[in-house]
């Protein structure tokens, strides 16, 4: 039976072996995530969130600029649920190098597979592309637009997601290295991690991987390798079980899932993404 994101009870298991992680980092290897003294990343959300008992915000295409909440842009999707009171799953989604928050809300396709359940939230990256820097400007854009969904809405702190696509991959196997407590669990597609350093990692984090066989952007290794560090930092098994012909899962200690999907595609977001990270996480 399929695994399904905090739905469905995962099986408590240690390695059966130790997983290939690679020859390890790239790039700047000091450079772990400095996030704001006080941020959410930081001192989390307070409770009970302002936005259960506040008026509730508007609802809808919200463009995050015209909101004042992110001035380089980006689009909001605010279901009508969100505004009854009841606490509402966030999921964030970083699109590719230089392209925006629209173009990754077409390529993933989420809302659909969601029906309502989710406020989702497609930020534009500040310079075009996501800063995986120590003191990294789009981390902290993304601090100050959970601390504010959090004033404005019913959100659930316990169900916040992220997906990216390519380098909005790598910014989303960033984020859930560096401060992986904020987060419920994440969607990678076609990224890697070698452009960070792990040795930044701690605590666990759920994650489903999508990675595409023809892949010259990130090679299929790399996404391999992604997984199996997650698989690693998880204390899952490294023997998938069948799921069917898109995914298979991995028995890992509760709460967390690791699930891989490969498909016989190159660097893009393949047509079955939005359901299957819908599923996974959910919602």
Request: glycine share 14%; hydrophobic share 40%.
């Amino acid at each position: 039976m399929r695994q399904t994101l905090l739905v469905l009870p995962l099986v408590i298991a240690a390695c059966s072996s130790a997983p290939d992680l690679g020859s390890g980092d790239a790039g700047d290897l000091s450079a772990c995530f400095k996030p704001s003294d006080g941020g959410v990343f930081v001192s989390g959300l307070a409770s009970p969130i302002a936005g259960c008992s506040a008026d509730a915000g508007p609802t809808g295409e919200l463009d995050l600029g015209a909101l004042g909440w992110a001035r380089e842009g980006g689009v909001m999707v605010v279901p009508p649920g969100a505004a009854a009171g009841t606490p509402t799953p966030v999921v964030f989604v970083f699109h590719g190098a230089n392209q925006s928050g629209e173009n990754a809300r077409a390529r993933f396709g989420l809302e659909g597979p969601a029906d309502g359940g989710a406020i989702f939230v497609y930020p534009n990256a500040i310079q075009g592309t996501w800063d995986i820097r120590a003191v990294s400007n789009d981390g902290r854009r993304v601090d100050v637009l959970i601390r504010k969904l959090a004033q404005s809405y019913c959100i659930d702190p316990e169900r916040i997601y992220m997906a990216g696509f390519s380098a909005g991959a790598v910014f989303t196997l960033y984020l859930g290295c560096n401060v992986p407590d904020t987060f419920r669990g994440m969607a990678v597609v076609a990224g890697s991690d070698s452009r960070f350093s792990r040795t930044c990692c701690h605590s666990s984090i759920s994650g489903i991987f999508i990675h595409g066989t023809e892949d010259e952007a990130f090679t299929l290794r790399e996404g391999q390798l992604a997984r199996n560090y997650t698989l690693h930092r998880d204390g899952c098994e490294t023997t998938p079980t069948p799921d069917d012909a898109l995914c298979q899962g991995y028995g890992c200690p509760a709460p967390y899932a690791v699930d891989y999907c490969e498909w016989t595609g190159d660097h893009d977001v393949p047509p079955f993404a939005g359901a299957e990270i819908s599923r996974f996480f959910g919602l």
